[in-house]
């Protein structure tokens, strides 16, 4: 594959994982709002799963963007 299209992969997916944290932000209620309802165990899951979905972008992205520099020798031709 050429490897424009690594590069630009990872970009994407540095672009989702940020998408991620702001949808994050701005649609799951504040912290204040979740004590106030008894709702902070799930307020706190919430964020557990953002925060391993952009881990995982995070990690696929800077392999992609190896990937396309030519630092992954299974990627290499």
Do not use: D, Q
């Not at 050429?2 to 970009?11: C, L, Y």
């Amino acid at each position: 594959m050429n490897r424009n299209v690594w590069t630009v992969a990872g970009v994407f997916v540095f672009a989702l994982a940020a998408l991620n944290v702001i949808l994050g932000k701005y649609l799951v209620p504040s912290m204040a709002v979740a004590t106030e309802k008894g709702t902070v165990a799930g307020w706190w899951l919430i964020w557990v799963v953002i925060a391993i979905s952009v881990m995982s972008a995070v990690s696929l992205g800077c392999f992609l963007i190896a990937a396309g520099l030519g630092k992954v020798p299974e990627t290499r031709h």
